[in-house]
């Protein structure tokens, strides 16, 4: 994802220089490391997914291209997914690989899809660490909003219920537009992204690898400076990330959530962890004082940057590997629309066809844990992967658990298929 030199479309504004302090021959070298990181273009789009392109959404001032994915049976006023492609994908790319629009069908959601260029950028990243593009009022961070605005004038989406994730570039405009309009977005999922601002006072590059640590309020006090007369309640966040990266460092992850549990006034000590999903993924939740995740961070084990999907028609499955960038392991998308509230799913349900199996153990909540069932948190015990609360972590209280799919167990005292 690191961004390449700013490049404007002939006949276009000019913009705020990409970095005023870098000689030429700096950035000359930032382009080379570039295309190393990004060795080869992505593939030409199968379009498995037939998308709808949209001309006449608004003032267009980050000349960014609108793609609309509206399921076939969609209720009166749906929630509205904004969805943010990493470098050198388009949105067909990310539509025919991260699963959205599986979930979309199922979830009844409408998906909007934000596509760059060449033009804005010649590896197509979108341009989160230019300062005419990431703040209010201008650039690509006000054509998403106008995105948003269409999608609730055009479709009769709901404005209480906007969402946005992306990948990579994709996820560092995630925050900036979760900074930028705190007021439009309900929550965001940031895949492989930065903390918003991180390039006030640090190159792009910087940013990435290794990575910068601030403090989690000056962290908060950047967002805070993106809109400063609102005062509230901020987006819930979840940051994906994969524990191998080394494009965007895990570092990154640590500072996104200083930045938003900051916001949110919370600990940057997990409430509760757990595991899901087939590999593992390690989940720290926050919890806001009304119960709610306001902010959470998945640990992808074993991959490097990209979105991860786990290809397959199981009901905990989603995506595809047809692209760079998107990585067999969890199906993250699905995790993401379930943070977001849309998912209606039940995890651990059996597949739609009707395949899968379920294994059952009774035991203490102390046995429990101590196999790796469930985790305790402040005295209590939670299942993993439902996050159920099965009472006081000791050898006296005592529950039947059960494991389908594999890591996600849900409490079945009253029988066990």
């Known amino acids: 994802m690191p961004p390449p030199p700013f490049r404007r479309a002939p006949g276009a504004r000019p913009r705020a220089r990409l970095l005023p302090r ?9 382009a080379v490391v570039l295309g190393t990181a990004l060795a080869g273009p992505a593939p030409e789009a199968r379009a498995a997914v037939t998308l709808t392109r949209v001309t006449d959404f608004g003032s267009n001032p980050g000349a960014l291209t609108m793609y609309v994915y509206r399921p076939a049976t969609l209720p009166a006023h749906p929630p509205v997914v904004v969805a943010l492609h990493g470098c050198t994908q388009s949105a067909q790319v990310y539509a025919d690989n991260s699963g959205l629009p599986r979930l979309a069908d199922q979830d009844g959601f409408l998906l909007v899809l934000a596509e760059t260029g060449t033009a804005n950028n010649p590896n197509k990243c979108f341009n989160w660490f230019q300062t005419a593009d990431n703040r209010r ?7 998403v909003r106008q995105m948003v605005s269409h999608a609730v004038t055009a479709y009769g989406a709901d404005p209480r219920r906007a969402y946005v994730t992306g990948l990579s570039a994709g996820g560092a405009m995630t925050a900036v537009m979760l900074a930028a309009y705190p007021d439009v977005f309900s929550a965001g999922a940031v895949v492989a992204g930065l903390p918003y601002d991180c390039t006030r006072d ?3 590059y910087t940013c990435m690898n290794p990575g910068v640590d601030r403090s989690p309020a000056d962290w908060a006090g950047r967002v805070r400076d993106a809109y400063p007369s609102y005062t509230g309640p901020w987006p819930r966040t979840a940051v994906w990330y994969g524990d191998q990266d080394t494009t965007v460092v895990p570092r990154n992850a640590g500072e996104l959530r200083d930045q938003w549990t ?12 757990t595991t899901i999903g087939p590999d593992a993924t390690r989940q720290d939740q926050y919890l806001a004082a009304d119960g709610t995740v306001a902010v959470e961070v998945d640990r992808v084990p074993g991959i490097g940057h990209g979105t ?6 199981g009901g905990e499955q989603c995506g ?3 692209a760079p960038y998107f990585l067999d392991s969890i199906c993250s998308s699905r995790w993401i629309a379930r943070f977001f509230g849309l998912d209606t799913s039940t995890p651990g349900e059996p597949d739609p066809g009707g395949g899968g199996s379920a294994a059952c153990w009774t035991a203490s909540n102390y046995a429990h844990v101590q196999a790796g069932r469930a985790t305790t948190s402040g005295g209590s015990t939670y299942a993993n992967g439902s996050h159920q609360n099965i009472g006081l972590y000791n050898t006296f209280v005592t ?12 409490v079945t005292d009253t029988g066990c298929p």
């Open 137 to 143: 009022g201008q650039g690509e961070a006000l054509s």
């Open 202 to 204: 640090n190159s792009p």
């Open 22 to 30: 870098l000689t030429a021959r700096v950035l000359a070298v930032l």
């Open 320 to 322: 595809g590997t047809g």
């Open 262 to 273: 900051a916001l949110h006034g919370l600990s940057q000590t997990p409430t509760r962890t």
């Open 308 to 313: 991860p999907v786990d290809p397959g028609t």
């Open 399 to 410: 529950h039947t658990l059960k494991e389908s799919p594999t890591g996600y167990f849900t």
